[in-house]
């Protein structure tokens, strides 16, 4: 099973510190059991609410997109108010309240997504190379991989935030592009790889715009969760790479160290019947 762990460690910047959170899912009698649609809302809003000082924000959000799903569920299955009654007894107040900047910051992370596949993708084929080299009994496995600079978007003439930020905001004055650089960029940095995976199977499962994230398909939810730790393991080489002298086309850094990590934890026993 999979599980969101943050990184608790010292950071380049020391307003990047994150709390450890960690889900699994098993038995439902178990009293640490994690619902999929509890999986489902912990994934998003971990997305969405990603800076070190907004646990109360996120943990509110959380529990409102709960609230909603449990009240669906409730006007077909009576008994999900009974099981799951910390979400059914949030008034539809608080929920709307809790989830005033959600669909905001899902676009902002949409985006975010979008915008570091030019980067991710380089990393990637950087990353394959060097396995290839370590592992040559596997290169029949990994394949043939052509190093490509990232790929520009229209009107770009290089791969830099100044011009992805012209082009998200559809102009280029300063204000605009600071402004898209701190809201989209900087505040989604920790969770850029899974924003990443989000964007990518959103695409892959052709949703376009309209990517309609089921809170208990738990299938869709290991999916994105394993791809966004591909993307961390890229993310960590070519920080190593770069720094270490290697060349990029990006003019800018992922660092590693914002990143909200993602590990592997064991699913809850079963309980005794």
Known sequence: MWGLTANTGSTSDPNHQYNVITMSVG????ENYVAPFEFGAA???TMTFSSGGEEQQRTAAFNALCSLFVKARFETEPKWSEQFPQYADID???CKASLRTFSRRLRDRTLLGRDSLGYLGEAIRHLGVALRDACPERSAEIGTIEIQSAILGKGMSRHSLNQLGARDARTDDADAIRNW?????DAG???VHIAAAWHVLG???NFDTDFVYSLEDLALH???LSLAQFHEAAIDF??????GGGQGSSTFLIDPSRLIRLRPISANPACPS
């Open 27 to 30: 038995a439902h009698s178990s």
């Open 43 to 45: 994934t998003v809003t």
């Open 92 to 94: 539809d107040r608080t």
């Open 181 to 185: 650089e701190r809201r989209v960029w």
């Open 189 to 191: 940095i920790p969770v």
């Open 203 to 205: 695409k892959h499962l």
């Open 222 to 224: 290991r999916r994105i």
């Open 238 to 243: 070519e920080w190593h790479r770069r720094i």
